[in-house]
Protein backbone atom coordinates (compact mmCIF):
# COMPACT_ATOMS: atom_id res chain seq x y z
CA UNK A 1 0.00 0.00 0.00
CA UNK A 2 1.28 2.99 -0.89
CA UNK A 3 2.40 5.92 1.27
CA UNK A 4 0.03 8.37 1.54
CA UNK A 5 1.99 11.11 3.99
CA UNK A 6 3.39 14.24 2.28
CA UNK A 7 6.33 14.61 1.59
CA UNK A 8 8.74 17.71 3.52
CA UNK A 9 9.05 19.84 0.66
CA UNK A 10 4.56 19.30 0.12
CA UNK A 11 4.05 20.24 3.93
CA UNK A 12 6.14 23.48 3.40
CA UNK A 13 4.84 24.36 0.38
CA UNK A 14 1.01 23.81 1.96
CA UNK A 15 2.56 25.88 5.47
CA UNK A 16 3.50 28.91 2.68
CA UNK A 17 -0.25 29.03 0.94
CA UNK A 18 -1.88 28.83 4.66
CA UNK A 19 0.77 31.80 5.65
CA UNK A 20 -0.14 34.02 2.83
CA UNK A 21 -3.81 33.46 2.60
CA UNK A 22 -3.99 34.60 6.34
CA UNK A 23 -1.64 37.87 5.29
CA UNK A 24 -4.04 38.36 2.44
CA UNK A 25 -6.96 38.25 4.63
CA UNK A 26 -5.34 40.49 7.31
CA UNK A 27 -4.67 42.94 5.05
CA UNK A 28 -8.45 42.98 3.33
CA UNK A 29 -9.43 43.32 6.99
CA UNK A 30 -6.92 45.80 7.67
CA UNK A 31 -7.97 48.15 4.77
CA UNK A 32 -11.48 47.83 5.41
CA UNK A 33 -10.97 48.89 8.77
CA UNK A 34 -8.60 51.55 8.00
CA UNK A 35 -10.98 52.68 5.84
CA UNK A 36 -14.03 52.72 8.13
CA UNK A 37 -11.66 55.03 11.06
CA UNK A 38 -10.29 57.37 8.78
CA UNK A 39 -14.28 58.08 7.59
CA UNK A 40 -15.44 58.16 10.77
CA UNK A 41 -12.51 59.98 12.34
CA UNK A 42 -12.40 62.80 9.48
CA UNK A 43 -16.44 63.10 9.86
CA UNK A 44 -16.05 64.15 13.62
CA UNK A 45 -13.23 66.42 13.19
CA UNK A 46 -15.02 68.08 10.40
CA UNK A 47 -12.49 67.35 7.37
CA UNK A 48 -15.39 66.12 5.28
CA UNK A 49 -19.02 67.42 5.54
CA UNK A 50 -20.87 64.51 7.97
CA UNK A 51 -24.52 65.90 5.99
CA UNK A 52 -22.99 65.39 2.99
CA UNK A 53 -20.46 62.14 3.28
CA UNK A 54 -22.57 60.65 6.14
CA UNK A 55 -20.43 58.62 8.88
CA UNK A 56 -19.99 54.78 9.68
CA UNK A 57 -22.05 55.17 13.14
CA UNK A 58 -24.62 57.29 11.46
CA UNK A 59 -25.01 54.85 9.34
CA UNK A 60 -24.97 51.93 11.85
CA UNK A 61 -27.54 54.20 13.36
CA UNK A 62 -29.82 53.99 10.44
CA UNK A 63 -29.49 50.34 9.37
CA UNK A 64 -30.50 49.68 12.89
CA UNK A 65 -34.05 52.06 12.79
CA UNK A 66 -34.57 50.45 8.95
CA UNK A 67 -33.87 46.49 11.04
CA UNK A 68 -36.52 47.43 13.73
CA UNK A 69 -38.92 49.09 11.78
CA UNK A 70 -38.96 45.94 9.56
CA UNK A 71 -38.76 48.02 6.26
CA UNK A 72 -34.52 46.88 5.79
CA UNK A 73 -35.88 42.79 5.26
CA UNK A 74 -38.62 43.87 2.96
CA UNK A 75 -36.32 46.38 0.78
CA UNK A 76 -33.32 43.61 1.26
CA UNK A 77 -35.54 40.42 0.37
CA UNK A 78 -37.11 42.55 -2.74
CA UNK A 79 -33.59 43.62 -4.19
CA UNK A 80 -32.22 39.89 -3.63
CA UNK A 81 -35.32 38.04 -5.25
CA UNK A 82 -35.34 40.72 -8.22
CA UNK A 83 -31.93 40.20 -8.55
CA UNK A 84 -31.98 36.45 -8.00
CA UNK A 85 -34.75 35.64 -10.86
CA UNK A 86 -33.05 37.88 -13.51
CA UNK A 87 -29.17 35.76 -12.98
CA UNK A 88 -31.09 32.66 -13.03
CA UNK A 89 -33.23 33.73 -16.20
CA UNK A 90 -30.22 35.35 -17.99
CA UNK A 91 -27.75 32.22 -17.28
CA UNK A 92 -30.37 29.54 -18.42
CA UNK A 93 -31.49 31.32 -21.17
CA UNK A 94 -27.91 32.52 -22.55
CA UNK A 95 -26.65 29.34 -22.46
CA UNK A 96 -29.52 27.92 -24.60
CA UNK A 97 -29.28 30.46 -26.99
CA UNK A 98 -25.99 29.92 -27.01
CA UNK A 99 -26.49 26.38 -28.11
CA UNK A 100 -28.40 27.25 -30.84
CA UNK A 101 -26.20 29.60 -32.29
CA UNK A 102 -23.29 26.71 -32.02
CA UNK A 103 -25.82 24.11 -33.54
CA UNK A 104 -26.47 26.26 -36.28
CA UNK A 105 -23.90 28.38 -38.14
CA UNK A 106 -26.05 29.92 -40.63
CA UNK A 107 -27.94 31.25 -37.50
CA UNK A 108 -24.96 32.46 -35.83
CA UNK A 109 -23.34 34.32 -38.85
CA UNK A 110 -27.21 36.32 -39.40
CA UNK A 111 -27.80 37.12 -35.60
CA UNK A 112 -23.49 37.74 -35.19
CA UNK A 113 -24.21 42.00 -35.65
CA UNK A 114 -27.00 42.24 -33.76
CA UNK A 115 -25.69 40.80 -30.87
CA UNK A 116 -22.74 43.03 -31.03
CA UNK A 117 -24.98 46.35 -31.31
CA UNK A 118 -27.07 44.93 -28.52
CA UNK A 119 -24.00 44.29 -26.18
CA UNK A 120 -22.09 47.64 -26.98
CA UNK A 121 -26.16 49.75 -26.44
CA UNK A 122 -26.48 51.86 -23.12
CA UNK A 123 -29.11 49.33 -21.27
CA UNK A 124 -30.05 51.98 -19.12
CA UNK A 125 -32.08 53.98 -22.79
CA UNK A 126 -33.83 50.55 -22.73
CA UNK A 127 -35.19 51.03 -19.37
CA UNK A 128 -38.59 53.35 -20.34
CA UNK A 129 -39.23 50.95 -22.92
CA UNK A 130 -39.69 47.89 -20.90
CA UNK A 131 -41.69 50.51 -18.65
CA UNK A 132 -44.12 51.16 -21.28
CA UNK A 133 -44.15 47.32 -23.05
CA UNK A 134 -44.33 45.25 -19.48
CA UNK A 135 -45.54 47.84 -16.95
CA UNK A 136 -44.19 49.45 -13.74
CA UNK A 137 -43.24 46.83 -11.97
CA UNK A 138 -40.92 44.18 -10.89
CA UNK A 139 -41.26 42.28 -14.42
CA UNK A 140 -39.85 45.79 -16.03
CA UNK A 141 -37.04 45.32 -13.43
CA UNK A 142 -36.11 41.98 -14.14
CA UNK A 143 -36.43 42.45 -17.53
CA UNK A 144 -33.53 45.06 -17.31
CA UNK A 145 -31.31 42.44 -15.75
CA UNK A 146 -31.97 40.08 -18.50
CA UNK A 147 -30.91 42.88 -20.71
CA UNK A 148 -27.52 43.16 -19.02
CA UNK A 149 -26.71 39.52 -18.67
CA UNK A 150 -28.27 37.47 -21.18
CA UNK A 151 -26.01 39.24 -24.04
CA UNK A 152 -23.01 38.49 -22.31
CA UNK A 153 -23.86 35.39 -21.43
CA UNK A 154 -24.67 34.78 -24.83
CA UNK A 155 -21.13 35.81 -26.30
CA UNK A 156 -18.83 34.47 -23.47
CA UNK A 157 -21.04 31.39 -23.67
CA UNK A 158 -20.94 31.10 -27.83
CA UNK A 159 -16.88 32.00 -27.72
CA UNK A 160 -16.50 28.91 -25.56
CA UNK A 161 -18.34 26.80 -27.33
CA UNK A 162 -16.53 28.00 -30.24
CA UNK A 163 -12.88 27.54 -28.74
CA UNK A 164 -13.45 23.57 -28.31
CA UNK A 165 -10.66 21.76 -28.77
CA UNK A 166 -10.26 20.99 -33.14
CA UNK A 167 -8.36 17.55 -32.53
CA UNK A 168 -10.74 16.23 -30.29
CA UNK A 169 -14.05 17.35 -32.26
CA UNK A 170 -12.77 15.88 -35.56
CA UNK A 171 -11.97 12.36 -33.78
CA UNK A 172 -15.35 12.84 -32.41
CA UNK A 173 -16.39 13.10 -36.32
CA UNK A 174 -14.32 10.79 -37.34
CA UNK A 175 -15.76 7.99 -34.92
CA UNK A 176 -19.39 8.96 -36.25
CA UNK A 177 -20.87 11.14 -33.41
CA UNK A 178 -23.32 12.82 -34.04
CA UNK A 179 -24.04 17.10 -33.86
CA UNK A 180 -25.62 16.19 -30.22
CA UNK A 181 -23.37 13.21 -28.96
CA UNK A 182 -20.57 16.61 -29.49
CA UNK A 183 -22.37 18.57 -27.93
CA UNK A 184 -23.26 16.48 -24.60
CA UNK A 185 -19.66 14.91 -24.65
CA UNK A 186 -17.35 17.16 -25.85
CA UNK A 187 -18.59 20.82 -26.24
CA UNK A 188 -20.65 21.07 -22.66
CA UNK A 189 -18.05 19.74 -20.43
CA UNK A 190 -15.47 21.24 -21.50
CA UNK A 191 -16.81 24.47 -21.39
CA UNK A 192 -18.01 24.19 -17.89
CA UNK A 193 -14.48 26.80 -16.72
CA UNK A 194 -16.94 28.88 -19.02
CA UNK A 195 -19.82 28.54 -17.32
CA UNK A 196 -18.16 29.37 -14.00
CA UNK A 197 -16.48 32.26 -15.47
CA UNK A 198 -20.19 33.49 -16.71
CA UNK A 199 -21.96 32.63 -13.69
CA UNK A 200 -19.49 34.69 -11.61
CA UNK A 201 -19.73 37.97 -13.75
CA UNK A 202 -23.68 37.58 -13.94
CA UNK A 203 -23.57 37.79 -10.36
CA UNK A 204 -22.56 41.68 -10.23
CA UNK A 205 -24.39 42.18 -13.69
CA UNK A 206 -27.67 40.91 -12.15
CA UNK A 207 -27.28 43.93 -9.62
CA UNK A 208 -26.45 46.46 -11.71
CA UNK A 209 -29.66 45.62 -13.76
CA UNK A 210 -32.06 45.65 -10.38
CA UNK A 211 -30.71 48.90 -9.37
CA UNK A 212 -30.78 50.44 -12.47
CA UNK A 213 -34.41 49.03 -12.86
CA UNK A 214 -35.40 50.25 -9.07
CA UNK A 215 -33.93 53.81 -9.94
CA UNK A 216 -36.63 53.86 -12.55
CA UNK A 217 -39.63 52.53 -11.54
CA UNK A 218 -39.91 50.83 -7.48
CA UNK A 219 -41.75 51.21 -4.54
CA UNK A 220 -39.48 48.93 -2.97
CA UNK A 221 -35.99 47.52 -2.94
CA UNK A 222 -32.25 49.05 -2.21
CA UNK A 223 -32.27 50.68 -5.34
CA UNK A 224 -35.65 52.44 -3.97
CA UNK A 225 -33.56 53.32 -0.60
CA UNK A 226 -30.85 55.04 -2.52
CA UNK A 227 -32.90 57.29 -4.93
CA UNK A 228 -35.73 57.99 -2.73
CA UNK A 229 -32.71 58.95 0.26
CA UNK A 230 -30.92 61.69 -2.43
CA UNK A 231 -34.15 62.90 -3.28
CA UNK A 232 -34.62 63.88 0.17
CA UNK A 233 -30.82 64.72 0.83
CA UNK A 234 -30.97 62.04 3.50
CA UNK A 235 -27.52 60.71 2.71
CA UNK A 236 -27.21 58.42 5.94
CA UNK A 237 -29.68 56.37 4.38
CA UNK A 238 -28.31 56.73 0.81
CA UNK A 239 -24.65 55.16 2.10
CA UNK A 240 -26.32 52.94 4.55
CA UNK A 241 -28.96 51.42 1.59
CA UNK A 242 -25.42 51.27 -0.49
CA UNK A 243 -23.46 49.36 2.07
CA UNK A 244 -25.99 46.51 2.63
CA UNK A 245 -26.20 46.29 -1.06
CA UNK A 246 -22.53 45.68 -1.34
CA UNK A 247 -22.82 43.29 1.75
CA UNK A 248 -26.22 42.03 0.01
CA UNK A 249 -23.55 41.07 -3.36
CA UNK A 250 -20.56 39.94 -1.82
CA UNK A 251 -22.91 37.14 0.08
CA UNK A 252 -24.47 36.19 -3.66
CA UNK A 253 -20.99 36.25 -5.33
CA UNK A 254 -19.82 33.81 -2.57
CA UNK A 255 -22.72 31.05 -2.78
CA UNK A 256 -22.05 31.23 -6.68
CA UNK A 257 -18.51 30.99 -5.77
CA UNK A 258 -19.21 28.21 -3.01
CA UNK A 259 -21.41 26.25 -6.13
CA UNK A 260 -18.69 26.56 -7.91
CA UNK A 261 -16.45 24.87 -6.16
CA UNK A 262 -19.00 21.88 -5.16
CA UNK A 263 -19.86 21.53 -8.96
CA UNK A 264 -16.19 21.14 -9.52
CA UNK A 265 -15.46 18.89 -7.26
CA UNK A 266 -18.54 16.70 -7.92
CA UNK A 267 -18.30 16.77 -11.80
CA UNK A 268 -14.19 15.91 -11.36
CA UNK A 269 -13.63 19.81 -13.55
CA UNK A 270 -10.34 21.52 -13.68
CA UNK A 271 -10.54 25.08 -14.40
Excluded at 210 to 239: P, R, T, W
Amino acid sequence: MPDSTPSPRRLAWLRRQKRQRSAVRAVQIFLLLFFLILWEVSARLGWIDAFIFSSPTRVAKTVSVLYQSGDLWVHLWTSCAETAAGFILGTLSGTLVAVLLWWSNFLSRVLEPYLVVLNALPKTALGPIFIVWIGAGTSSIIAMTLAISLIVTILNMLAGFLSTDGEKLRLLKSMGAGRGQILRKLVLPSNLPTLFNTLRVNVGLSWVGVVMGEFLVSKAGLGYLIVYGSQVFNMDLVMASVLVLAAAAVVMYRIVLWLEKFLKKRLGVIA
